[in-house]
Nanobody, 118 residues
Framework: QVQLVESGGGLVQPGGSLRLSCAAS????????MGWYRQAPGKQRELVAT???????YYTDSVKGRFTISRDNGKNTVYLQMNSLKPEDTAVYYC????????????WGQGTQVTVSS
């Protein structure tokens, strides 16, 4: 079965940086577009960034210029480099396969908590 395991979250001060990783297994990684999503308490999960198998990227307006999505197909891993972090970036971050400009609900992992404070 498909497994997606996020890591790299933590507590960081405003203006700081984190790099999130998402390790995929049970799928042909290189042929799939991938996305990073985040969900804060009381809010809907939102799409943060996407990357196609060929490397084309998309970012939501609130993270443009600060976040960079990338992938290493040899390691079956997608990354999210987050710079200039703001308190409003605080959320649980998830990765998922993108199919037809959507996600696969059954593929959600545990996510990784990012807290930007003090």
């Amino acid at each position: 079965q498909v497994q997606l395991v996020e890591s790299g979250g933590g507590l960081v001060q405003p203006g700081g940086s984190l790099r999130l990783s998402c390790a995929a297994s049970g799928m042909i990684f290189s042929s799939n577009a991938m996305g990073w999503y985040r969900q804060a308490p009381g809010k809907q999960r939102e799409l943060v960034a996407t990357i196609t198998g060929s490397g084309s990227t998309y970012y939501t307006d609130s993270v443009k210029g600060r976040f960079t999505i990338s992938r290493d197909n040899g390691k079956n891993t997608v990354y999210l480099q987050m710079n200039s972090l703001k308190p409003e970036d605080t959320a649980v971050y998830y990765c998922n396969v993108r199919r037809g400009s959507s996600y696969r609900s059954e593929y959600w992992g545990q996510g990784t908590q990012v807290t930007v404070s003090s």
